[in-house]
């Protein structure tokens, strides 16, 4: 029998006994619904209000018996470190063209990897590498996009 999960209850705060996780890949963390199977079984409906997207650690059912979270899976990505602060904002331009999600850190621009995205950075001559890695909540923006009408 599923249990449903209508709202983000807080944060793992350190070891807590008995955590079930659900896994959820970067695509997923902005959906407000989905269904998963936790690491021991239990079938959980993810059924949340409008709000920030899923995290790494978020607790969907807080029980006396148990506890279930969220454990993001690790995303391939592209990370560019761009040397001026011209230099990254051009290329956030470019990948807002593209409509493709991004997160922006302090010193580096983190893409999906995808052909398109790495062929994008070749064009730019910018630095950099591939790396496979736990993004705590996923990009910036899913893939919803939408289209141009010429």
Same mark, same amino acid.
Not at 37 to 46: C, K, L, S, W, Y
């Given at each position: 029998?599923?249990?449903?999960?209508?709202?983000?209850?807080?944060? !793992?705060?350190?070891?807590?006994?008995?955590?079930?996780?659900?896994?959820?890949?970067?695509?997923?963390?902005?959906?407000?619904?989905?269904?998963?199977?936790? /690491?021991?079984?239990?079938?959980?409906?993810?059924?949340?209000?409008?709000?920030?997207?899923?995290a /790494?650690? /978020?607790?969907?059912? +807080?029980?006396?018996?148990?506890?279930?979270?969220?454990?993001?899976?690790?995303? /391939?990505?592209?990370?560019? +470190?761009?040397?001026? !602060?011209?230099?990254?904002?051009?290329?956030?331009?470019?990948?807002?063209?593209l409509?493709?999600?991004?997160?922006?850190?302090?010193?580096?621009?983190?893409?999906?990897?995808?052909?398109?995205?790495?062929?994008?950075?070749?064009?730019?001559?910018?630095?950099?590498?591939?790396? +496979?890695?736990?993004?705590?909540?996923?990009?910036?923006?899913?893939?919803?996009?939408?289209?141009?009408? !010429?």
């Amino acid at each position: 029998m599923a249990v449903t999960a209508r709202d983000v209850l807080g944060r !793992l705060q350190g070891n807590e006994p008995n955590v079930e996780y659900v896994s959820v890949h970067w695509e997923e963390c902005a959906r407000r619904r989905l269904r998963k199977v936790t /690491d021991r079984g239990t079938e959980v409906v993810i059924d949340l209000p409008p709000g920030p997207p899923l995290a /790494d650690g /978020d607790i969907l059912i +807080r029980e006396t018996q148990r506890t279930i979270a969220v454990r993001m899976l690790p995303a /391939d990505i592209l990370v560019a +470190r761009p040397a001026s !602060l011209r230099e990254m904002g051009t290329l956030c331009y470019q990948i807002g063209n593209l409509h493709q999600p991004v997160w922006v850190g302090e010193e580096e621009v983190v893409l999906p990897d995808e052909p398109q995205n790495e062929a994008l950075l070749q064009r730019s001559h910018l630095p950099y590498a591939k790396e +496979r890695r736990l993004l705590p909540q996923g990009f910036a923006t899913s893939r919803t996009g939408h289209t141009h009408v !010429l």
